[in-house]
Antibody, heavy 117, light 106 residues
Framework: EVQLVESGGGLVQSGGSLRLSCEASGFRFSSFSMNWVRQAPGKGLEWLSYISRTSSTIYYADSVKGRFTISRDNAKNSVSLQMSSLRAEDTAVYYC??????????WGQGTLVTVSS | DIQMTQSPSTLSASVGDRVTITCRASQSISSWLAWHQQKPGKAPKVLIYKASTLESGVPSRFSGSGSGTEFTLTISSLQPDDFATYYCQQYNSYWTFGQGTKVEIK
């Protein structure tokens, strides 16, 4: 069974930094690209970032480009999102999502980030 | 960037109703479209991917169709467990989600 477990969320002041982690199990992690998606309270889903299987290709949404950094460690079956210069509008539940392949994407349970102003 | 437009935003329906949600892409995405279901306080769950492929374990009352720029999600007979918010998502170029359709009890 595919499992994705996010951690690292919490309360941070505006302008601060936070690092989210996602530990994967139940599949060959190194064979899948990974994404981060967030959902602000009462709002829809927003894709943030993508990292390929070998980290050779990385993409960011314009809303986080230059502030967030995605990385992965295939030896540890984990993907991370380093977030800096956080703003109130970054308050959201952050989801780690395995990319599509021949199978469907898979979602983690999410971790809440609250940025206080 | 590819924009995804869902309609309606809210849908009121009764148990047993046939329900259809539409999603339109701003440019062709071939069949690289998924539908997700989300219940309050929970993570989204993939129902359908590649426009019409039913994810394992998803009831057969859910179906997807379309290609190019026009897509639909159909629930053939709405069940109590189906009251939720549904999102379409393109994965042809980066990812983009529709704004969501909330299916409410009529």
């Amino acid at each position: 069974e595919v499992q994705l477990v996010e951690s690292g969320g919490g309360l941070v002041q505006s302008g601060g930094s936070l690092r989210l982690s996602c530990e994967a199990s139940g599949f060959r992690f190194s064979s899948f690209s990974m994404n981060w998606v967030r959902q602000a309270p009462g709002k829809g889903l927003e894709w943030l970032s993508y990292i390929s299987r070998t980290s050779s290709t990385i993409y960011y949404a314009d809303s986080v480009k230059g502030r967030f950094t995605i990385s992965r460690d295939n030896a540890k079956n984990s993907v991370s999102l380093q977030m800096s210069s956080l703003r109130a509008e970054d308050t959201a539940v952050y989801y780690c999502v395995r990319d599509y392949d021949s199978d469907a994407a898979s979602w983690g349970q999410g971790t809440l980030v609250t940025v206080s102003s | 960037d590819i924009q995804m437009t869902q309609s309606p935003s809210t849908l009121s329906a009764s148990v047993g109703d046939r329900v259809t949600i539409t999603c339109r892409a701003s440019q062709s995405i071939s069949s690289w479209l998924a539908w997700h279901q989300q219940k309050p306080g929970k993570a989204p769950k993939v129902l359908i991917y590649k426009a019409s492929t039913l994810e394992s374990g998803v009831p057969s009352r859910f179906s997807g169709s379309g290609s190019g720029t026009e897509f639909t999600l159909t629930i053939s007979s709405l069940q109590p467990d189906d009251f939720a918010t549904y999102y379409c998502q393109q994965y042809n170029s980066y990812w983009t989600f529709g704004q969501g359709t909330k299916v409410e009890i009529k």
